[in-house]
Nanobody
Framework: QVQLVESGGGLMQAGGSLRLSCVAS????????LGWFRQAPGKEREFVGS????????NYADSVQGRVTISRDNAKNTGYLQMNNLKPEDTAVYFC???????????WGQGTQITVSS
């Protein structure tokens, strides 16, 4: 069982930056791929990006490519989402999730709200 807690959400200004953190419980964090997702009001959950267990490979959605960097510090059991040049359409609840390779995302955080004002 892995528990995830996101932090770093809040009200942001368009053009600004944010950094979300995702802290995981347990001692096997490095075994898991880490993904970030978001869900805007009235919309389906959307994949933002992911990073593999050792932090060597990342993958980003086209909608955020060039504005997002996902990283992790396995010694701290923490993953990060850095997003620059924020836009009002980035307003959503942001979730982190982890899963073993090939198994999809098994464990999810509770989400953190990001609101970007113009």
């Amino acid at each position: 069982q892995v528990q995830l807690v996101e932090s770093g959400g809040g009200l942001m200004q368009a053009g600004g930056s944010l950094r979300l953190s995702c802290v995981a419980s347990g001692r096997t964090f490095s075994r898991y791929a880490l993904g970030w997702f978001r869900q805007a009001p009235g919309k389906e959950r959307e994949f933002v990006g992911s990073i593999d267990g050792i932090g060597g490979r990342t993958n980003y959605a086209d909608s955020v490519q060039g504005r997002v960097t996902i990283s992790r510090d396995n010694a701290k059991n923490t993953g990060y989402l850095q997003m620059n040049n924020l836009k009002p359409e980035d307003t959503a609840v942001y979730f982190c999730a982890v899963g073993l390779p090939g198994n999809g995302y098994t464990y999810w955080g509770q989400g953190t709200q990001i609101t970007v004002s113009s």
